[in-house]
């Protein structure tokens, strides 16, 4: 992978713990397709429009064949959005998306040293949205790089290399909520796939056993309580039973039960529905008994990871409804964004743009469209200049840290589609 250039970051003055803006956003080195360039955080320059080439007069026949395959690859699936200001937003979300995913199916997080990694998280949400906007093939290249990484064990590392050489060696400890996300990406990608007509049987057969072996690591990982194993999660900076765990888990158990029934794997599918029970179970006494905050057993800080136990990865009963909407009440910051956790140990008054989106994505999967519009909105509002998502935006409104960031570009084409038409819910299995 090449860097067409060097990171500049912003000359304006930044708060204690918040970080500057470290790129404008990425472009595509025409003459080379996958090379990514980084682009200035203070760069003045355009994109062709609907690609991810930047502009020069004149175009080059290298530019001009680039753009065509541009809007050729968006032309193949929906930009979804009412509006031409959210229609561009999801172009953009779109076209990054396709930018960070590389030839071997690695999502590179962002572009910036500390993100330029391929995280099973964010990998697994990323599958779903190019699923879910007609990018099928680029979702199940996205499944099978998860699947070529998958641990002896049936987890996976917090991150690996982007060539495939293999986990980050950073002594990071795993991060158990991939094997929720990960069965979760390949059944929404098989339902998008149904949906559209196309089989998936040969394929879906291909992707089974790193299900298979997600899904018994999972059971293999629940307490007595039913409540999975201490884990570091998306926070990324504690070792504990977390709600950020725990729910992901339970739809990735729903998720791999639903795709054992169709495959007639009957053993696997009543195995994984009893695991289920037992972990949904353990989440309603655990977390339920005090709100469905961070941690369990104990009335600790909001998390907005709530969200999670909502549409589209669950159906939400009327306590867990009541939850995220009061956990997001709770965590709205002054600048109209939203911060991981009453808890956080972070900065305080800088919104994280993957949770607000969460947020967003369920008041969309809900029909509460005044909410959905004014948080969508809000995003294409606090943009780079490129039209980046960023992964920050700070107190005063601008757009800070990594741009793009794969994780809330997906969240937020989620919320899109969703804002249409309601995503697919993954249904409880009997048992």
């Given at each position: 992978m090449?860097?067409?250039?060097?990171?500049?970051?912003a000359a304006i003055?930044?708060?204690?713990?918040?970080?500057?803006?470290?790129?404008?956003?990425?472009?595509?080195?025409?003459?080379?397709?996958?090379?990514?360039?980084v682009?200035?955080?203070?760069?003045?320059?355009?994109?062709?429009?609907?690609?991810?080439?930047?502009?020069?007069?004149?175009?080059?026949a290298?530019?001009?064949?680039?753009?065509?395959?541009?809007?050729?690859?968006?032309?193949?699936?929906?930009?979804?959005?009412?509006?031409?200001?959210?229609?561009?937003?999801?172009?953009?979300?779109?076209?990054?998306?396709?930018?960070?995913?590389?030839?071997?199916?690695a999502?590179?997080?962002?572009?910036?040293?500390?993100?330029?990694?391929?995280?099973?998280?964010?990998?697994?949400?990323?599958?779903?949205?190019?699923?879910?906007?007609?990018?099928?093939?680029?979702?199940?290249?996205?499944?099978?790089?998860?699947?070529?990484?998958?641990?002896?064990?049936?987890?996976?590392?917090?991150?690996y290399?982007?060539?495939?050489?293999?986990?980050?060696?950073?002594?990071?400890?795993?991060?158990?909520?991939?094997?929720?996300?990960?069965?979760?990406?390949?059944?929404?990608?098989?339902?998008?796939?149904?949906e559209?007509?196309?089989?998936?049987?040969?394929?879906?057969?291909?992707?089974?056993p790193?299900?298979?072996?997600?899904?018994?690591?999972?059971?293999?990982?629940?307490?007595?309580?039913?409540?999975?194993?201490?884990?570091?999660?998306?926070?990324?900076?504690?070792?504990?039973?977390?709600?950020?765990?725990?729910?992901?888990?339970?739809?990735?158990?729903?998720?791999?039960?639903?795709?054992?029934?169709?495959l007639?794997?009957?053993?696997?599918?009543?195995?994984?529905?009893?695991?289920?029970?037992?972990?949904?179970?353990?989440?309603?006494?655990?977390?339920?008994?005090?709100?469905?905050?961070?941690?369990?057993?104990?009335?600790?800080?909001d998390?907005?990871?709530?969200?999670?136990?909502?549409?589209?990865?669950?159906a939400?009963?009327?306590?867990?409804?009541?939850?995220?909407?009061?956990?997001?009440?709770s965590?709205?910051?002054?600048?109209?964004?939203?911060?991981?956790?009453?808890?956080?140990?972070g900065?305080?008054?800088?919104?994280?743009?993957?949770?607000?989106?969460?947020?967003?994505?369920?008041?969309?999967?809900?029909?509460?469209?005044?909410s959905?519009?004014?948080?969508?909105?809000?995003?294409?509002?606090?943009?780079?200049?490129?039209?980046?998502?960023?992964?920050?935006?700070?107190?005063?409104g601008?757009?800070?840290?990594?741009?793009?960031?794969?994780?809330?570009?997906?969240?937020?084409?989620?919320?899109?589609?969703?804002?249409?038409?309601?995503?697919?819910?993954?249904?409880?299995?009997?048992?």
């Open positions: 090449t860097l067409g250039s060097v990171v500049l970051v003055p930044h708060p204690a713990g918040v970080p500057p803006l470290y790129a404008a956003g990425i472009a595509e080195n025409p003459c080379a397709p996958h090379d990514v360039i682009v200035p955080a203070g760069s003045r320059q355009h994109y062709f429009p609907s690609s991810s080439v930047l502009e020069t007069t004149p175009a080059t290298c530019q001009q064949a680039a753009v065509r395959a541009d809007r050729q690859w968006l032309s193949a699936g929906i930009v979804p959005g009412d509006s031409p200001q959210l229609t561009s937003l999801a172009t953009r979300a779109l076209l990054d998306l396709r930018l960070s995913t590389r030839p071997d199916g999502v590179i997080a962002g572009w910036h040293d500390r993100w330029e990694y391929s995280w099973p998280r964010d990998s697994s949400w990323v599958a779903v949205a190019l699923a879910v906007t007609g990018h099928a093939g680029d979702s199940l290249r996205i499944l099978r790089f998860l699947q070529q990484t998958q641990l002896p064990s049936g987890t996976w590392a917090a991150r290399r982007p060539d495939g050489s293999g986990p980050v060696d950073d002594g990071r400890p795993a991060e158990l909520d991939a094997n929720g996300w990960v069965p979760w990406a390949v059944w929404c990608w098989s339902v998008a796939e149904k559209s007509g196309r089989g998936v049987d040969g394929q879906l057969a291909g992707l089974w790193m299900v298979e072996a997600a899904a018994d690591a999972t059971v293999r990982s629940l307490s007595p309580d039913g409540l999975p194993t201490a884990s570091m999660d998306y926070w990324e900076n504690s070792v504990q039973v977390t709600l950020g765990t725990a729910a992901p888990l339970l739809t990735g158990l729903r998720a791999a039960a639903d795709i054992a029934g169709e007639g794997q009957k053993t696997s599918a009543a195995n994984w529905a009893r695991a289920a029970t037992r972990l949904a179970d353990g989440i309603a006494a655990g977390f339920g008994r005090y709100g469905y905050h961070r941690l369990p057993y104990t009335d600790t800080g998390d907005a990871a709530v969200t999670f136990l909502g549409p589209p990865f669950a939400a009963g009327p306590a867990v409804v009541s939850a995220i909407t009061d956990t997001e009440r965590l709205r910051l002054p600048n109209g964004g939203i911060l991981p956790g009453s808890d956080w140990p900065n305080r008054t800088t919104a994280w743009t993957a949770e607000t989106a969460f947020f967003a994505l369920f008041d969309a999967e809900t029909g509460h469209q005044q959905t519009s004014q948080l969508l909105t809000w995003f294409a509002l606090h943009t780079t200049r490129l039209g980046t998502l960023p992964e920050k935006v700070d107190a005063r601008r757009a800070v840290s990594a741009a793009p960031l794969a994780w809330t570009d997906a969240a937020v084409l989620l919320t899109l589609v969703a804002q249409a038409h309601p995503l697919p819910v993954v249904p409880v299995p009997a048992g």
